[in-house]
């Protein structure tokens, strides 16, 4: 597969580029931090993304989407992350519509559509620790009348105090540990039981704790087949980290495209400081490491997009990757700043934050490093 965009993929580039950046730039960000917004996002702009098909390019053609892929979810999530734009596209157009597409006819209906035109945000439920550990999931769903109660706690749940959907992963059987007994619940917004209570995190998003008093669901509210829900996790992880590294790629390249304006500009001792050789050396070290991820993330999604079995290794890859690439990019950024770097008065530490908390999502770069590690055999 050649690792390039095709000229399709080249103009859904510049028209979310011109759309986002017009739109939703850091000043966006910006207002709504300021104004300690409460919902952590803009529903107009989300209705705006869905006016422009964007939220559904991974909806298959026979439910109304576009029928695109994640090479082209990619692209609008890396001008996202060059303009730091609050947006429930990650989880709601990637990790939601995932796992729905294992879902059965009756989901499908019910939230694609929904999904599709803007009028739905959803959440992904996995994380119930500090750090990502999909195999320690201890939320228990137990049989209940003709469905299941869920009971325990959620954190980390990015929009889960707004969301219309939650997608819960849930143990209906087994230990925490193991991979046998998930399974995936698609619950509705207001479910009697459920409490969130969201909380603020360093890049100024909202990421709430949920928790769950016996939350009550039917049968016909589960994705997949009952204790057999690994194997849709795992498709709705490889995509959401895989969405996520696109991000970041738009974060790092955000910061890098800031700081070389900052090196071209600013001028000591009569001469641009772009000019001096060890600036150029860091510089051109800091290029380099973000096209080696550009390069994994594109793998990844064209990996996904042909179903292959190695699409899973390959999103670690590039989560990897683009976690380390990207710190190198905001730290460069802020250094070669200098002291202004470190105020709120210019937009380089914004980056800084928002990298900070995408390589935390859906596991860091040594926690990508351990697992490829561990599929190794080692």
Known sequence: MPLFLTEEQTMLRDSARQFVGDTAPVAHLRGLRDAADPVGFSPTLWKQFAEMGFAAILIPEADGGLGLGHVEAGVVLEEIGRNLTPSPFLSTAVGAVTALRHAGQGLRSH???????????????????????????????????????????????????????????????????????????????????????????ADASLAATLEFDRVELTADQVIGEVGQG?????????????????????????????????????????????????????????????????????????????????????????????????TLAVQEGVQMHGGIGMTDEYDIGFFMKRARVLAEAFGDANWAADSLARMGGY
Request: aromatic letters at 6%; proline letters at 2%; hydrophobic letters at 50%.
């Open 111 to 201: 939230w694609f559509g929904r999904i599709a035109q803007g009028e739905a945000v959803a959440a992904l439920a996995i994380d119930e620790s500090a750090k990502h550990r999909p195999e320690q999931i201890a939320l228990t769903a137990v049989r209940a009348g003709n469905g299941f109660a869920l009971s325990g706690t959620k954190r980390f749940v990015t929009h889960g105090h707004v969301a219309d959907l939650i997608i819960v992963a849930a143990r209906t059987e087994g230990q925490p540990g193991t991979r046998d007994g998930i399974t995936l619940f698609a619950l509705d917004k207001g479910a009697a039981g459920l409490s969130a209570r969201p909380e603020r995190l």
């Open 230 to 326: 690994w194997a849709v996790l795992s498709a709705l992880l490889s995509a959401t980290r895989t969405a996520a590294s696109a991000e970041l790629l738009g974060v790092g390249g955000g910061a890098m495209d800031m700081t070389t304006a900052y090196l071209k500009d600013r001028k000591q001792f009569g001469v641009p400081i772009g000019s001096f050789q060890a600036l150029q050396h860091r510089a051109a070290h800091l290029y380099c490491e973000m096209e080696v991820a550009r390069a994994a993330v594109l793998k990844a999604q064209q990996l996904l997009d042909a179903g292959d079995a190695g699409a899973e290794r390959a999103a670690l890859v590039a989560k990897a990757m683009t976690g380390l690439a990207t």
